[in-house]
């Protein structure tokens, strides 16, 4: 079992930046394949980032140039730096997580574990 939490979500204006973080616990110490998602009232659940135990990064095309995903040394936190904030970023975010390789960051099913949401309001 893996615990996730998300913090640093805010409400901000378009333009600005923001850091979310994904602070793992419990049977954390297995690489673990994790990705960032996001939902926005009346949408599916989108595939923003992930973030592969060989350090290997994928981007949804809506955020690529803008956001960046990376992980702290001892692999227990995950971040997501976002810059140039557009109000479509608007959403609740949300870290996933799983010990299994799917080859498909963007698809929720593929991860079996998840955090609580964050959420990101971007303004305009």
């Known amino acids: 079992q893996v615990q996730l939490v998300e913090s640093g979500g805010e409400s901000v204006q378009a333009g600005g930046s923001l850091r979310l973080s994904c602070a793992a616990s419990g049977n954390a110490n297995r690489a673990l394949y994790m990705g960032w998602f996001r939902q926005s009232p009346g949408k599916e659940r989108e595939g923003v980032a992930g973030?592969?135990?060989?350090?290997?990064?994928y981007y949804a095309d809506s955020v690529k140039g803008r956001f960046t995903v990376s992980q702290d040394g001892a692999k227990k936190t995950l971040y997501l730096q976002m810059n140039i904030l557009k109000p479509e970023d608007t959403a609740m975010y949300y870290c996933a997580a799983d010990f299994r390789y799917s080859g498909r960051w963007y698809d929720p099913s593929a991860f079996g574990f998840w955090g609580q949401g964050t959420q990101v309001t971007v303004s305009s």
């Open positions: 973030f592969y135990p060989s350090g290997v990064t």
